[in-house]
């Protein structure tokens, strides 16, 4: 069975530029969650799809969205690029349903901002 | 709030045992998981634990959680060099139910395994 698959692997934008990065989750998964790596400040949630609907969010700015499409593949958008943004952002994805299924996780896109 | 606390380095020898230690605040965990990650990669599930069991094993893994105290730990039996790698540990965010996508994750403990 295929694990996640995130593409690119890399990225590299200058400020002010936005960015769209792809997950397709393991077949059979519903929910895909999304989350932002860096040294100072973690592993931190972004927001959560199933279904095509999103069902949870964490405190980042408006800036960064995404959606989910009928397949269940996301994609995460980030505009108005700033340096800060700099990080390693990492897709999960579990079953989502009524019984716990742990999330697994894809390699990452590596973004630069310079 | 919610808050997942670990020490951030570890070194054993290889051959000996690693214990990786956790601490979280959120009592209404259901499930409390270990990652691991190598450089370059993402996050690899090694395994969890649903909140009423005290233990759970899985070939060189053993998780200890003592709810009591909010504590959780990974014991790796026979540490190899190939267990060189960032642990992570995790709990379901508070105000999801055990289904959701929010994880909260501690630091990371790096674990350096000498030969």
């Known amino acids: 069975k295929a694990g996640v698959t995130q593409t690119p692997r890399y990225l590299i934008k200058t400020r002010g530029q936005q960015v769209t990065l792809s997950c397709s989750p393991i077949?059979?998964?519903?929910?895909v969650s999304w989350y932002q790596q860096t040294p100072g400040q973690g592993l931190q949630f972004l927001f959560e799809?199933?279904?095509?609907?999103?069902?949870n969010k964490g405190n980042f700015p408006g800036r960064f969205s995404g959606r989910q499409f009928s397949n269940s593949r996301s994609e995460m958008n980030v505009s108005t690029l700033e340096l800060g943004d700099s990080a390693l952002y990492l897709c999960?994805?579990?079953?989502?349903?009524?019984?716990?299924?742990?999330?697994?996780f894809g390699n990452g896109t590596r973004l630069t901002v310079t | 709030g919610e808050d997942v606390e670990q020490s951030l380095f570890l070194s054993v020898r290889e051959g000996d045992s690693s214990v990786i230690n956790c601490t979280y605040t959120?009592?209404?965990?259901?499930?409390l998981y270990w990652y691991k990650q190598e450089p370059g990669a993402g996050l690899q599930l090694l395994t969890y634990?649903?909140?009423?069991?005290d233990m759970k094993q899985d070939q060189r893994l053993t998780v200890l959680l003592n709810k009591k105290d909010k504590h959780l730990s990974l014991r790796i039996a026979d540490t190899q060099t190939g267990d060189s790698a960032i642990y992570f540990c995790?709990?379901?965010?508070?105000?999801?139910?055990?289904?959701?996508?929010?994880?909260?994750f501690g630091q990371g403990t790096t674990l350096q395994v000498k030969p």
């Open positions: 999960a994805s579990s079953f989502g349903g009524y019984t716990d299924s742990p999330l697994h």
């Open positions: 077949s059979g998964h519903r929910s």
């Open positions: 995790a709990e379901r965010g508070a105000h999801g139910s055990s289904n959701t996508g929010k994880l909260i």
């Open positions: 634990i649903f909140s009423n069991m």
């Open positions: 959120d009592s209404s965990s259901t499930y």
């Open positions: 799809y199933f279904s095509e609907t999103q069902r």
